[in-house]
């Protein structure tokens, strides 16, 4: 079992920078891929980034490449998720994802961090 546990979410203005961090329990956290998806109020949730569990690997949505950085310590069982250039349309619920050897970023998730950006 892992337990994934979002921190970093909070209020910024328009071209502003967040971090978003998601702790992993568990002493395998080197063999699972992460990610990191968002939900707006009334939208479907949608995949951000992701990164493979080597770190080798990245992946980004058109919406926030050139503007997000994915990145993992897997000696601290972390992934984080770099966010510059905010904007209004960003603000959402972010939540980190995990899974086992693929890339598929559904065996665990997280119980998700608000970040809000005003105009």
């Known amino acids: 079992q892992v337990q994934l546990v979002e921190s970093g979410g909070g209020l910024v203005q328009a071209g502003g920078s967040l971090r978003l961090s998601c702790a992993a329990s568990?002493?395998?956290?080197?063999?699972?891929?992460m990610g990191w998806f968002r939900q707006a109020p009334g939208k479907e949730r949608e995949f951000v980034a992701a990164?493979?569990?080597?770190?080798?690997?990245?992946y980004y949505a058109d919406s926030v490449k050139g503007r997000f950085t994915i990145s993992r310590d897997n000696a601290k069982n972390t992934v984080y998720l770099q966010m510059n250039s905010l904007k209004p349309e960003d603000t959402a619920v972010y939540y980190c994802?995990?899974?086992?050897?693929?890339?598929?970023?559904?065996?665990?998730w997280g119980q998700g961090t608000q970040v809000t950006v005003s105009s």
């Open positions: 994802a995990a899974s086992y050897m693929t890339m598929e970023l559904n065996d665990y």
């Open positions: 568990g002493r395998t956290f080197s063999s699972y891929a």
């Open positions: 990164i493979s569990w080597s770190g080798g690997n990245t």
